[in-house]
């Protein structure tokens, strides 16, 4: 009986190679795997529970989360609760519950009025007023929001400190 040694050393690099692509993609599984990495899995399975069970409407959870991101420049790139994390739109309420709501932050749209000429006076009337707005870093003159900073301030903090809304008459 004659062996054939081309067809065997064939054989034999065929299933070294299959092995080795089997023992490569078992590798990258079990590297992502919740064994391996368990904040992934914890990761994943919050943002299921907000996509599958208590998820607000998708439109309006995610004109919340912008509102919260424009806000706060800060949480927008974050590598879990940002834009570009693994909860996607539902990092920004995530944040808000664990840190914003504590840090006093405000998790709701934000008021987008329909003139924005005379919204540039307002703004303006309310910078001069109160300086102390015109300075924030969210609310000021080159704040995050712009020109809307000193409504959403007045709405959220100012009117319950008595400060006045409007141009002034005097």
Same mark, same amino acid.
């Given at each position: ?12 690099? $065929?299933? $070294?190679t $299959? #092995?080795?692509?089997?023992? /490569?993609?078992? #590798? ?7 064994l ?8 994943r #399975? ?31 790139? !974050? ?5 570009q ?13 664990? !840190?914003g709501k ?15 000429? !005379? ?13 102390? /707005? ?9 704040g995050?929001?712009?020109?809307l900073?000193?409504r ?19």
């Amino acid at each position: 009986m004659k062996i054939n040694h081309t067809s065997y050393h064939y054989n034999f690099w $065929v299933t $070294v190679t $299959v #092995l080795t692509i089997s023992c /490569v993609i078992w #590798l990258i599984g079990f590297l992502q795997s919740p064994l391996f990495r368990p904040e992934i899995h914890q990761q994943r #399975l919050l943002a299921e529970k907000y996509s599958k069970e208590q998820a607000p409407d998708y439109l309006a959870e995610k004109i919340l989360a912008e509102a919260y991101w424009q806000r706060y420049t800060d949480v927008i790139d !974050h590598s879990y609760y940002g834009k570009q994390g693994p909860m996607g739109i539902y990092g920004a309420r995530e944040h808000y519950k664990q !840190h914003g709501k504590r840090e006093g932050r405000i998790f709701a749209p934000i008021i987008i009025p329909d003139d924005l000429a !005379h919204e540039k006076q307002l703004a303006e009337a309310y910078w001069q007023r109160y300086p102390e /707005v015109e300075k924030s870093a969210i609310w000021g003159r080159g704040g995050s929001l712009g020109i809307l900073g000193p409504r959403d301030y007045h709405h959220y903090y100012g009117r319950h400190l008595n400060h006045r809304w409007g141009v002034s008459t005097e």
